[in-house]
């Protein structure tokens, strides 16, 4: 099945920094990828739709200037948490989109801002 | 109304059981629909995706889905303590995008 990365799997950084999430499809390309944020007990909820070669669709209510995404390749998209803050702790799920009906997602990155 | 609905439990049933989650959502045209499975503190986990009107069969899990009645359930037979997870229900909309939209998800616990 196709299988989807994320690094790294855990990071901890302190207020004000910048944080850069990678998600890459190993065994296919994904001209869609999407990014998840989720809160603990709480469902995934969308941020972005990420398109190789051109600019991320974010959801309603989804800061872009601080939620950074490059889709350069058709297998890496990245997220990069800009100036972030305890609020932004949470855990990050990327998916790709295999090009028929499935969706397949990454193990999640958990974010934690001190 | 939220677009994807579903219980959050947790249900809970006995090892051997047919565990029955349900899911309705609220957009007519919705064209697809999913169920992953999410263990504690991991990502979600595709289990199958239904797109006609029945059922559909894979292993012990079989996808029903009625779209008159916007419903989506999901049965899991024979069930074991390693099916306990958070079961999510995901809409792909009629809009194109290939965007889902989850529900909450069910909380199962399946006890020894």
């Known amino acids: 099945g196709a299988v989807v990365s994320q690094h790294p799997s855990w990071v901890i950084c302190k207020s004000g920094t910048s944080v850069k999430i990678e998600c890459r499809s190993l065994d296919f390309q994904a001209t869609t990828m999407f990014w998840y944020r989720q809160f603990p007990k709480q469902s995934l909820m969308l941020m972005a739709t990420s398109n190789e070669g051109s600019k991320a669709t974010y959801e309603q209510g989804v800061e872009k200037d601080k939620f950074l995404i490059n889709h350069a390749s058709l297998t890496l998209s990245t997220l990069t948490v800009t100036s972030a803050h305890p609020e932004d702790s949470s855990f990050y799920i990327c998916?790709?989109?295999?090009?028929?009906?499935?969706?397949?997602f990454g193990p999640g990155t958990r974010l934690l801002v001190l | 109304q939220k677009e994807v609905e579903q219980n959050s439990g947790p249900l809970s049933v006995p090892e051997g059981a047919i565990a029955s989650l349900n899911c309705t959502y609220s957009?007519?045209?919705?064209?697809?629909f999913f169920w992953y499975r999410q263990y504690s503190g991991k990502s979600p986990e595709l289990i199958m995706f239904?797109?006609?009107?029945g059922d559909k069969e894979d292993g012990r899990f079989t996808a029903q889905l009625n779209k008159a009645s916007q419903y989506v359930s999901l049965l899991i037979r024979d069930s074991q303590p390693s099916d306990s997870a958070t079961y999510l229900c995901?809409?792909?909309?009629?809009?194109?995008?290939?965007?889902?939209?989850f529900g909450t998800g069910t909380q199962l616990k399946v006890e020894l």
């Open positions: 957009d007519r045209g919705s064209q697809s």
């Open positions: 998916s790709a989109y295999e090009g028929t009906e499935t969706q397949y």
């Open positions: 239904i797109y006609s009107n």
């Open positions: 995901a809409v792909k909309g009629a809009g194109g995008g290939n965007k889902l939209t």
